[in-house]
Each structure stands twice: as C-alpha cells, then as structure tokens.
C-alpha cells in the first residue's frame, strides 16, 4: 500500500492533488467539531456581508447566513454524496461487466444492449428524467447520478473482462480444475480490479460535479440545507450584485474535482500496465545523441569502397537512472553488392544496431553514445535531422520484421509506395503510379493494379512483405537494412521471400544488412555473418566459414543446439545459463559464464576482438578444429 | 457500405423502442396523478376521474403506452398543459435555439480540442504541452455553469463587453451579430468542458500512435516529421478520437442543460427543468425522447464517418 | 504395442463467421475437419502445419478447451466429453505458446502452482507443499522462485513453470502447444532437454504441435502434416520426413532453410484456399504441381504408403523422381 502510494506520488502533481484533497475531506470531517456559525440560522439584517468581515470570515448569503460554515457543511454532503453515487455505479457497473464479460454469449448481449440504450442517452436527460420521476431531492438525485454512470462502468470493466475470459492463464486455471466462480473471484477479479480503480478515480469527480450540477437547477439539496451545487443556485440570483455568494463554492468545486482529477491521473498512471515502463513518451524523430560523443578519426575515403563503415557504435537505453547497453562497440562495413548477416538472439543487440544506423532507435530512451556512421563521404551520427532525413528510404532503405504493424493500416498500398518515391524526388504522380505497379512485379505480385487499391489487412502475410520489399526498393537504395523480415512469416513463404531477395540482389546488385536470429536462414543468403552476443560482435567472417566451421565458442554452442532437418531423432546440447544484462559494464568476456571452454583468465578482463585466418574471434581460447 | 448503414438503421430500431420504453417507465413511476396536478388540489373526485378518462389514464400501464408510442410514430407528442400548446411544436422551437448553442460549442470543441491535443502532442513536455496541460486540467475541473458566471461576472458586469442573458436583445437587435454577441460567453462556457476532454484523448492516442511501428516505418523512408505527425499519425488517432467526439456530443447537450439556465437560453435544456418542476410530464417525456433520438442518430452520422474512416472496419 | 492413451475420430469444428443481416446466412469459416489420430502411450506425436491449418483449434479441442462440432476424443478409451473438469484435468494437460500470459500477472508461482493440487488432487497444504518442491527441482528452478510473479521470469523460466504446473496435474498426456517458439535457440534446446527428461521420469505421452519441422523431427516418434484443417500426411516422422509422399510435406521440408542446402521454393503465391468458401476437391490441388483433374473434383482419398504411414492424395510420390 505505501509502496502503492509512492507509486502514486511519483507524479508529482498527484501528490499535490493528494494534498489539496485530504486536506478538503479532513475539514469535511472535522466540520461539526469546529466552531462554526450555524448553517441555517438567518440573520436578514446583516445580509450579504463581504468576505473578511469581523464576524464572518466568508462573508454572509442573501438571508444572512454564514458562509464559511455553509461552505464546510456543504462540502461534507457534496463528498459524500458524490462518493456514495461513484461506490454505487462503480460497484454495480463493474458487476454487471464482469459477468458479461466472463459469461458472454446470451447474457453478455443482453446486458450490453440494456448498456448500450441507456448510454443512447444523453446521460443529463435520462437523470432529469430520473429526478422528475422521484421528485427533486438529495436523495434522488443521488440515485440518478448513480444510474446514468453504471452503464460506463459496465462497459468499460467488460470490454477487460472479455479479453481477459480468454486469456490463456483463466484457461489454464480451468484446466487445473477451477469451477467457474472460482475463477471469476480469484483469477478474474485481482486482474480487473485495477480497472474498476481507474475507472473509478477518473470519475468520482465528474460525480461529484454532476450531483451538484442537479442541485444547482434545484433538483438536489431542497432548502435550508445546501450542498455546494444548491450554494451556487442560490448565489446565481444575487451574481451582479454579490458575486462572492457564487464564487465561493464555485471555487470550492473546482478545487475538490481537480484533486480529484490529479489524483486520479496518478492513479492510473501508477496502475496502467501500458505505462508500466514509464509514461508514455513520443519519441523523437532522431535518436538522441550522447553528450560526450566519441568520434572516430577520419578514415581515408579513398581506400574504402565500403557503402556502409561502422565504428565504435555504442547505444544505450537510458530509462531515469538505469543505463542498459543495448550495443557495445560496434564496427563492421558493408562492401557494394555485399550482403552482411547480422545474427544473435533475443536482447543481443542486433536490431538496435540495425536501428541506430540511421538513428531510428526510439529515444526516450535510445541513445546513441558513441561512434561513427559512415555512407561514402557522410557521417550519419552527426548529421542533423534534416540530412539524415533526405538519406533515410532514399539511400538506406529499411525493411522491417512484421510487415503488418509496420505498414500504415489505413493508407492504400499504392499510397505508401508513391509516398516513398515522391518524399525523396519530385515528379508527375503517374510515374511514381507507374514506377510503383513495376516494383510490385519486380516483387512477383501476381495484379499490381488490385494491390495498389489495397489496404495492408486484405492481403496476405507474403504479400505485405513483398510490399514492404518494394517500398525499400522504391529510391534504388545504397543500402537495404533488413530487419528480421522473415520472422513473422511461414516456412513456405519465408522460402519465398528470401528467393525474391537473393533474385533481386543478383539483378540489381543490392547490399544488403539481413538482421536474423536463425543461422539457416543466414546461411541462404549471406555473404558474411557477423555473430552478437551480449551487445557485442562476437565472431564475423565468411558466411561459410562461420556456419560451418565457428571459432567462437557461442557460434559454435548456438549451431549445435539448433535442431537440424534429416537428422532424425537427436538430443541438442542446450547452453546453460542465461546472458549478462546490459546493466553492468563488461570487465570478462560476456560468454565466458555460460562457455563451455572458459579458463580463469577469461572472468579476468574484457576480451578483444582478433584476425584469426581473415575470421574476427572475440575469444581467448576458439575452436580450432583438428 | 450502403448495406452497413442500412444495417444499423435496422439495428437502431430496438434501441430507439428502448429509449421510449425507458423513458415511458420512468415517468410512469411518479406517485399521484397528473389531473390533480393539472386541476389543482380543490378538484372534484369526478372532475380528476372524468380528465383522466379524456387523458386516457385511466388504461394500463402496457396499453397506454402503445397509445403514446403510436402517437409519436405519427408525430404526435400530445398536449403541454402547463403551455397549453403541443408539444412538439414547443420542442421545436427551443430545440432551434439549444441546436444553435450546443451546435457551436461543439464545432468549438472538437476543433480546439483536437488542435491543441496534437500539439500538445508533439511538443511533449515542452512549454506549450504544459501549458496546454493546465489550461485542460482546469477545463475538465470547472463546472461548467460556473465558469459562466464567472464569465458573466467579468464580461458583463466588470467590462460590460457582452450580453448575460437570453438569444436576442429585447429593444432592437434580433440581427445575427446580435446572436453571436449572445452566443459568445454561452458556447465558450458550454465548450470549455468538452475541449478539455477531446484535449486530453487526443494527446494521449497521439502519444500511443507515435510509438507504433508503422510510424517508425514512415521516419524510415525519409517522410518529413510534419506529415509523419499531420498524415500518418493523426490519421490513424482520428480513428479513435472520433467514436468519442460522437459521445460528446452528449457531452455537450448535457452542459447545455446548466448553461440554459445560466445564460437564460430559451432553449430545450431550460424547458426540461420548468417542466420537471411543474410536473409537465407530457413535455418532459417528449423532450427526452426528442433530444435522445436527435443524439442516437448523431451517433449513427458518426459511426458511418467514421466507417468511411477505417476500411478495417466493414471487412470484420 | 502399447496401448493407445489418445484415439480422435473425424473430429471437426467450424466458427460460425456473421455476415448479413440479423445473422442469416451464418458462413462457416472452417477450422478443423475430419481429423483422426492415435497416439500410444508413451510416445510423442508431432503435429505441423502453418499458420491457419488448425493446429491450434484440435489442440485446444484435445484438452476440451474448445468442443468439436463431430466426431470423439477417446482419453484412455473415455468420452472427453463425458468427464467432469476434475477429471478432463487428471487425463490431459496443455502447456501455452506463451508461458508468461498463461500465468496469472496477480498471483506468486507457488499459489498458481498450488491449483492443480488442490482442485484436482484436493492435497493437504504439506503435501501440496512437498509435491511442488519435488516438483520445482525436476524443471531445475529455484525454490525461492515460489514467491516471486510472472513478469520477473525470463520466457525460458516461465516455460518451466508452465510445464511444471502441467505435471503437477498428473495427467500422463500433455498437449505441447508450440512450447519452444517464443524462445531464442538456445532457450528452445534447454527446454526440449526438459521435456525429454521428465517424459521418461515421469512416463509422459506429448502430442508436440509446431511449425517448425527441425524441432518436430528432433523430439517426435509420428507426426501429423495439417494443412488447411484437415491431416494430409501420417506416419513414423523420421521417415515421413526423410521422405515425404505429400507433396505439401515436400514442400514444407524443401521450404525450410538449412546450413549448406540452397532452398528452393514454389512459383506461385501459395495462398491457402479461402476457409468460408473450401475447395470441392484436394485443398492444396492449386498450389500442387502435381494436380490433375481428378484432385480438384474428387474427395481425395488415403493411400497406405509405409507400414503404419499413409498420405490424403491422389498422387503422392512414391517412386523418387
């Protein structure tokens, strides 16, 4: 709870609304304790009284009563009205959506449609219709307010509980033998009640404002007694003359529902799992580019026919204090017509290398820290936006693992590929039209003049990667980086989009830096392969050399617990042991607690990367084979 | 898409039975009879039995309701008593002006809202995000017939710039400038509210939709940040941004309910509450069952943009 | 030979897809059809296909996590059916794709870990407490791992909770749902290891469903070839494998890259048939060079091509080409 609290308060202007409200519900409570005037007592003579006068520190209403004492009292039943309207509708709206939402079928559409016709209404006219029906009244209004929300939180708790009804752990838990209630109590309901709170916090305000919205026209409080809303109705009559009668619990409003509503954001930004990682934070259309940035001396352009040399890159995720070293010390070039494998497993770095390269990591939290990106003559790392922009898609080309988030979902295939071209040149539209049918077939896609008119959801798998191909095709690239581009896909088809790649690459002569944590899939395409392991190249060399004849020790453990097609039956040899995180700096080799061939010297200090026979080896002591 | 409309117009036909149903029951719920409302409490036993008889009070519940949903299919909304007029011609006329109020404050608000939410947006944590933070935190803080007062207190007794109350001035004016000088503090107070809200959504899908790979996709090809933020980005936070443009509507016609009262707008909002408290139930049950049926299909108009919007959604 | 754990006869399901007004003309989009299959005790059946062949839906039907629209699942030559929740949960388990998600984000290892134990065993809390720690050792986890949650496991770790809550069931069948693919390669080995490992100690029976035929081949005695819901091949896997009479096993096997191998792969564009509007005749005719005439109009029969293998095909390639 105190951990929950400071969760809370993180967002410091939570806290302040935390503040402002406790101390409003404190006076609340304390009210009858004080030593206040009467609320009700009239006192004609000395009406509206201003504020700061000897008696009344607020001043006195058109009868002469207190105001700072009406206020208070007031204040008390505003809250608790409020609250008791938000329990109500909190309480019976999450019911009926948790039982709809687990039970769906005949119940679910039932419920939600009742929902569905009463959020039909605008939700003032069905709690006047309410309040005529009961007669206007506190109570009554109460009761109405309650009402018109319930349908908010049925929807909104069920639109969870569904998704979370087929969640595989409820399913698990049946599977253990849960009966249904049991499920509902213990696996539904921890999980959905951080949406009941959210929804809660962010509408007890709006509550607490519509139940004094009644009160003001009258429907609520009924005289003497007076909320904050009825303070304000009465005060509206003496508004030109006396505005003080009106603006004082107007303010008083205000100030509960903003802390109310601050409050309430915190809440949710503590609870929200999406904003588990910190707020949600736009990233920036460049990576961020560390303070002390290293760079690299001037290589001589001359003797570098490279399309690409990398140098020292080293990039960072840089959450508050926390650093992760993402890539450390990266260095590699891509010769014309080269295609250069990027290979290693989850968290080893490669595709955010991948991404630094044109400075596309997200930042927040990406930051590139040191090192140098070279296209020809250009330094991409301290390019400013403007020149990295007119590179990007026009000489370094991207193509990305899962082509049906990365395309846009409501633009036409035709659009996003004619955007490509036109951002980079200008010309007719009809020939980038045309251009764009004659890159589809270049794909092999079978009617260019139907998937033009095409949204990214009516097609295919296959075809939206060929898309993606194509788009990285459209400026006639230096570069194509390619991304895990057949990760997402099935076997038959990864079989062909990598024909279509190796075929263009022959065609046009491409260079191309193929990101994959699949050695097979690296051995079908590559030229080179360079092997990352925590952050780091590891081992880089000849495609063949590497895949069959490794000299890393992690190369070599990776080929032997990766299952191999007719080799019948086998037992893989597993590699024990997880990699470092990229918290702690590398004082030994990365691989070393997880190595098979590890001595005391290789715990003792960061291993450098050797030429062993045109083979780079970060390794002490690498295979050689007999 | 013809055949979707077309779908949800069939769909709306339980929900619009619903809304009559609802209403019809609720009102049916209020102790005593309405004769005796109407007639005073000095009325003679048979005068209350015989007007309830012309009223048709004395059927049941079930029966006289298929009596009042047949007349309103017919367009008959019965008789105002405490007006002395029928309904729906009185309907009409303050739905004329309340149209006219919560029509601009929405326009206002769906605009400045969605404008300062991307804004606010791509200039996150910048001095104008923030400020723009703030002003949104106290629009969806305020109550809204407050701040029209507040309004009131400073423009028309302080500066004396703008007229506090009704559509037209009594002596001359009735032109359109006088309107809009009428107009002026009630939308703004009415819409202040709302913006905040729309404000609010917008940054925050933008926010989402910023992060998504298809944006990355966009940054990648080269496309100027602008359009990334105006043409890839907003396009697609549109898709969620409007559904809830489409509830505020509701939004908004409730505010309109206080600001009536406030600014002493002639039009529906108004009529309600001096219906409710003289217990005019003919009229009340008539102006909900009006302005929720106008709302209903408001709800439709967006859901067909909105259709128009996102292919997405016709293939699923 | 042993006895049969699991037989399924023609087992089919559909979901119902709404299109049109009010619900008329219901379409069916077909999942699953006519599918049969026996496993023996104690082997592992291996179950492939791409995305969309139904893989997933007869898994799910086979712990009655979904119910067929026809046919039977015979556990133990018991109606699947016909047993009560604590009972299905005693004769078969099923083990996630993603490990994390079918853990509950609110409760510790240990209480997610209790559940079995207590619904289906009705344990006292010593000996749910003994049979988790016994338990907890054979995955190799940590013991302090009890009171920790879900999002502070790796996937691996997750995993061999996953299983671990699975064998803590006692059920000799579990349903492997693509338990290696969220994993990295060196993750995906150290978890077959363990489930070879507790098979044999605990005298386990998988049915092994995957997309990625190393991995089948590397832990299953049969495999079943799904594509487009139906079973298209059948037999021992590591002949099926080294030799594929359906030409869409073949194609699958020479679609999957290898070290030293050039892949070759199909001209067209290798769609599936549309799952509202199924094909008359053979399913993969028009992605088949070896089509005739007769595949697209006939119902396409089985044909016995290896002791106990058989193919769904008019064709399938008995003599090497």
């Known amino acids: 709870m105190i951990g929950f609290v400071k969760k809370v308060v993180r967002n410091r202007l939570a806290g302040l609304g935390l503040v402002v409200l406790f101390g409003i519900i404190l006076l609340a409570i304390l009210t009858p304790l004080l030593p206040l005037a009467p609320p009700n007592a009239i006192d004609t003579p000395n009406r509206f009284v201003l504020p700061f006068s000897d008696n009344a520190l607020l001043g006195t209403d058109h009868l002469g009563r207190d105001l700072l004492s009406r206020l208070l009292w007031g204040t008390q039943l505003s809250l608790a009205v409020g609250l008791a309207a938000a329990f109500i509708a909190g309480f019976f709206g999450a019911l009926l959506g948790i039982v709809a939402g687990y039970m769906g079928g005949r119940t679910d559409s039932l419920?939600?449609?009742?929902?569905?016709?009463?959020?039909?209404?605008?939700?003032?006219?069905?709690?006047?219709?309410?309040?005529?029906?009961?007669?206007?009244?506190?109570?009554?209004?109460?009761?109405?307010v309650a009402v018109v929300n319930i349908p908010f939180f049925a929807r909104n708790v069920r639109g969870v509980a569904v998704t979370l009804a087929q969640a595989d752990f409820i399913q698990s838990a049946r599977l253990s033998g849960r009966s249904d209630i049991s499920i509902l109590v213990f696996e539904l309901l921890p999980n959905v009640a951080s949406v009941i709170i959210i929804a809660f916090s962010t509408t007890v305000g709006w509550m607490i404002l519509e139940t004094a919205g009644l009160s003001f026209l009258g429907l609520g409080s009924q005289p003497p007694q007076a909320d904050l809303g009825s303070?304000?109705?009465?005060?509206?009559?003496?508004?030109?003359?006396?505005?003080?009668?009106?603006?004082?619990?107007?303010?008083?409003?205000?100030l509960i529902v903003m802390g109310i509503n601050l409050l309430g954001d915190g809440i949710r930004d503590a609870l929200d799992p999406r904003l588990a990682k910190g707020r949600l934070e736009k990233p920036s259309p460049l990576t961020r580019v560390g303070d002390g940035l290293i760079q690299s001396p001037p290589i001589d352009s001359t003797a570098s026919k490279a399309v690409m040399d990398v140098n020292h890159l080293s990039t960072n995720f840089e959450v508050s204090e926390v650093v992760n070293k993402a890539v450390r010390d990266v260095s590699f070039s891509i010769s014309s017509g080269e295609c250069l494998g990027l290979v290693g497993e989850s968290g080893s770095g490669k595709s955010v290398t991948a991404l630094s390269l044109t400075r596309l990591v997200a930042s927040p939290p990406g930051v590139v820290v040191s090192g140098s990106v070279r296209i020809s003559d250009q330094e991409l790392i301290s390019l400013p936006y403007e020149g990295i922009r007119a590179i990007r898609g026009r000489r370094v080309a991207y193509i990305f693992q899962d082509p049906l988030t990365s395309l846009h979902p409501l633009h036409r295939i035709g659009h996003q590929l004619t955007e490509a071209m036109s951002t980079h040149s200008r010309g007719a539209d009809s020939v980038f039209v045309e251009r764009a049918k004659n890159l589809l077939s270049e794909v092999r896609i079978p009617n260019p003049e139907r998937v033009m008119d095409a949204y990214p959801h009516e097609l295919s798998g296959g075809m939206r990667q060929r898309i993606g191909i194509a788009m990285a095709l459209a400026n006639?690239?230096?570069?194509?980086?390619?991304?895990?581009p057949t990760t997402a896909l099935d076997v038959t088809v990864q079989a062909q989009i990598l024909t279509i790649l190796n075929d263009l690459r022959q065609q046009r002569g491409l260079s191309i830096l193929f990101i994959s944590h699949d050695l097979n899939v690296m051995a079908q395409i590559c030229d080179r392969v360079a092997v990352m392991y925590a952050g780091e190249i590891v081992e880089m060399g000849r495609a063949p050399d590497i895949l069959e004849h490794p000299k890393h020790p992690y190369t070599a453990a990776l080929l032997a617990c990766s299952p191999q097609i007719g080799q019948g039956r086998q037992?893989?040899?597993?590699?024990?042991?997880?990699?470092?995180?990229?918290?702690e700096p590398l004082n030994a080799c990365a691989f070393a607690n997880r190595c098979s061939r590890v001595q005391p010297v290789c715990q003792q200090q960061p291993v450098e990367i050797i030429d062993m026979d045109s083979q780079l080896v970060r390794c002490l002591f690498p295979v050689v084979e007999s | 898409m013809l055949r979707y409309i077309v779908r949800r117009l069939i769909s709306m036909i339980p929900v619009l039975i619903g809304i009559t149903a609802i209403v019809f029951l609720i009102m049916s719920l209020i102790p005593g009879d309405p004769a005796t409302a109407i007639l005073g409490s000095y009325a003679t036993p048979e005068n209350v039995a015989n007007l309830n008889a012309k009223l048709g009070l004395d059927k049941p519940l079930v029966q006289r309701y298929f009596i009042w949903l047949g007349n309103l299919a017919q367009g008959d909304f019965g008789r105002s008593f405490s007006l002395n007029r029928p309904v729906l011609d009185e309907i009409l006329e303050r739905f004329n002006a309340t149209l006219i109020l919560s029509g601009t404050a929405y326009l206002l608000c769906s605009f400045l809202g969605v404008l300062a939410g991307i804004f606010s947006a791509s200039r996150q944590y910048e001095i104008s995000d923030k400020l723009i933070t703030f002003v949104v935190l106290i629009g969806i803080s305020v109550p809204s017939f407050f701040l029209g007062m507040m309004l009131i207190v400073f423009f028309t007794v302080q500066l004396r710039w703008l007229p506090a109350s009704g559509m037209f001035s009594i002596y001359g004016g009735g032109d359109f400038v006088d309107l809009i000088r009428h107009l002026i503090m009630p939308a703004l107070a009415l819409s202040f509210v709302a913006t905040g809200v729309i404000a609010r959504l917008s940054r925050s899908t933008m926010l989402e939709v910023l992060r998504l790979e298809y944006i990355r996709t966009a940054r990648a090809k080269g496309v100027k940040e602008f359009r990334v933020v105006t043409r890839h980005a907003f396009r697609s936070a549109v898709v969620t941004i409007l559904p809830v443009l489409g509830l505020q509507a509701g939004f908004v016609l409730s505010g309109s309910v206080y600001i009536e009262i406030v600014f002493q707008w002639p039009g529906i909002g108004r009529m309600l509450v001096d219906a409710i408290l003289t217990r005019d139930i003919l009229l009340v049950q008539g102006g909900v069952v009006f302005v929720a049926f106008c709302y209903v299909f408001f709800n439709l108009a967006v859901d067909v943009l909105q259709l128009w919007l996102d292919p997405r959604i016709t293939r699923k | 030979m042993t006895e049969q754990i699991l037989k399924v006869r023609n087992l089919s399901k559909s979901f119902p897809v709404n299109r049109g007004w009010f619900g008329f003309n219901k379409r069916q989009l077909r999942a699953v059809r006519a599918v049969s299959l026996s496993v023996h005790k104690g082997d592992t059946l291996g179950v492939i296909g791409e995305s969309g062949c139904g893989k997933t839906t007869l898994a799910r039907m086979l712990v009655g996590l979904q119910s067929p629209d026809a046919g039977e699942i015979l556990i133990d030559r018991q109606h699947l059916h016909m047993l009560d929740s604590v009972q299905r949960g005693r004769a078969v388990q099923y083990v996630f794709q993603d490990p994390i998600s079918s853990l509950n984000p609110r409760m510790t290892i240990g209480k997610s870990l209790e559940t079995p134990l207590r619904c289906l065993h009705s344990l006292t809390s010593a000996q749910r407490k003994a049979a988790i720690i016994d338990i907890i050792d054979a995955v190799k986890l940590p013991v302090d791992s009890l009171a920790r949650y879900p999002h502070e496991f790796s996937g691996g770790q997750a995993q061999r909770i996953a299983i671990a809550r699975a064998l803590l069931a006692q059920s000799p069948l579990i349903v492997l749902d693509e338990p290696v693919s969220a994993l990295d390669v060196s993750v995906q080995a150290q978890i077959i290891e363990l489930l070879t490992e507790i098979k044999q100690k605990f005298d386990l029976t998988y049915i092994f469903i995957s997309h990625d035929l190393s991995v089948i081949e590397a832990v299953c005695d049969q495999i079943a070839v799904m594509y487009f819901g139906e079973i298209v091949e059948y037999g021992d896997c590591s002949q099926i494998l080294m030799d594929p009479k359906h030409p869409y096993t073949r194609l699958l096997a020479s679609s999957a890259p290898q070290i030293g191998k050039l892949l070759t792969a199909e001209s067209g564009i290798g769609q599936l048939p549309d799952p509202l509007d199924p094909p008359g005749g053979c399913s993969f005719a028009a992605r088949c060079r070896y089509a005739t005439n007769e595949c697209i109009q006939l119902p396409t029969p089985r044909k016995k091509t290896g002791n106990s293998n058989y193919a769904i095909c008019h064709h399938p390639i008995l003599n090497h080409e």
């Open chain 1, 231 to 254: 303070m304000l109705g009465e005060g509206r009559a003496a508004l030109i003359t006396n505005p003080h009668t009106s603006i004082i619990p107007g303010i008083m409003i205000f």
């Open chain 1, 571 to 583: 037992s893989l040899q597993p590699i024990t042991g997880m990699p470092p995180t990229g918290h």
């Open chain 1, 111 to 144: 419920i939600m449609r009742s929902v569905d016709i009463l959020m039909a209404f605008p939700y003032i006219l069905l709690a006047l219709a309410i309040v005529a029906a009961l007669g206007p009244g506190l109570m009554n209004a109460l009761i109405a």
């Open chain 1, 476 to 484: 006639d690239p230096d570069l194509i980086i390619a991304d895990e």
